[in-house]
């Protein structure tokens, strides 16, 4: 059975469902990937669903949940796009954190949000695998979500692929909205992006890179992203916590997972949005037999 590669996306602004650009490209380039090596299904974490509880994590497990409605996108690219939640893989992997001493629960009445369906669409546009969203915890520990990525990095032996779909730089208050509000442009750059910007989508691009490679310690990535959170430039380019999560959850999945940051990691794509918003695409290893 093959195993796959790890990914961590920049969703970026709603707009992202709706145009072209080289992040969708590379979205697409890995869905189909995905799809030719038969993956069993997707578990992913977001940005926009946390759970309040000390070391509290929800699971999505409502059979039929609903979309939440898509700004500046036009319903026709996501309404009739149908969800495939996976309530069993879903029950084994609250089993799993439980196990793991974290506070998992089921969640039974959550409606899908576009951070993570936008990423499906874009992937597999013929239809929806079987997929379990995980939640955040609202207290935005890195260490916390870098251990529930530890946890579920099992499933990727069993040829489920994980994926984090957060932001490399995320900042809705530094971001210029003129232009898409009044012409629908979310990629226009009137200006340069910010310094706080530049130096922090180059730390993160760093920091993956270079400790996805062989001969690094266990343990590396992890140690490297939650450090970000200490970068002088990373409440500029995050003012809030919640889409770096995704990337501490990654970096669990990463470093739990035996060889696959000895084949490396890639950036695959990249988008600025609104100036200041860099939508970078990481994947980390890449698809291999487990006999190769």
């Given at each position: 059975m093959p195993r796959p590669p790890i990914h961590f996306f920049s969703h970026g602004s709603t707009m992202m469902l709706g145009e072209e650009s080289a992040s969708a490209t590379y979205w697409k380039q890995c869905g189909d990937e995905a799809l030719a090596h038969n993956i069993k299904g997707i578990v992913m974490m977001g940005a926009h669903w946390d759970a309040r509880g000390t070391n509290r994590i929800d699971v999505a497990m409502k059979a039929d949940p609903a979309k939440s409605p898509v700004a500046y996108v036009h319903p026709s690219k996501y309404v009739d796009y149908k969800l495939n939640p996976d309530l069993k893989t879903g029950?084994?992997?609250?089993?799993?954190?439980?196990?793991?001493?974290?506070?998992?629960r089921a969640n039974e009445t959550f409606d899908w949000i576009h951070d993570t369906y936008?990423?499906?669409?874009?992937?597999?546009?013929?239809?929806?695998?079987?997929?379990?969203?995980?939640?955040?915890?609202a207290?935005?520990?890195?260490?916390?979500?870098?251990?529930?990525?530890?946890?579920?990095?099992?499933?990727?032996?069993?040829?489920?692929?994980?994926?984090?779909?957060?932001?490399?730089?995320?900042?809705?208050?530094?971001?210029?909205?003129?232009?898409?509000?009044?012409?629908?442009?979310?990629?226009?750059?009137?200006?340069?992006?910010?310094?706080a910007m530049l130096e922090f989508r180059q730390s993160i691009e760093d920091v993956f890179l270079r400790n996805c490679r062989a001969g690094m310690k266990r343990g590396a990535l992890v140690n490297a992203v939650t450090r970000l959170m200490k970068h002088p430039q990373y409440r500029d380019a995050h003012g809030t916590d919640d889409h770096f999560m995704a990337a501490c959850f990654i970096a669990g999945v990463v470093d739990a997972s035996e060889g696959v940051a000895d084949d490396g990691c890639v950036l695959g794509a990249e988008d600025w949005e609104l100036v200041n918003m860099c939508n970078s695409q990481f994947t980390v290893g890449k698809w291999v037999s487990q006999t190769a």
């Open positions: 029950k084994r992997v609250i089993d799993m954190l439980n196990d793991a001493g974290l506070d998992a936008l990423i499906l669409v874009r992937m597999f546009l013929g239809g929806c695998p079987p997929t379990t969203i995980v939640s955040m915890n207290r935005f520990d890195p260490h916390l979500h870098a251990r529930v990525g530890s946890v579920v990095a099992k499933l990727r032996e069993e040829n489920y692929l994980i994926i984090g779909t957060g932001g490399a730089v995320h900042n809705l208050y530094r971001n210029h909205w003129w232009q898409m509000l009044r012409y629908s442009d979310n990629f226009a750059m009137p200006v340069p992006p910010e310094a």
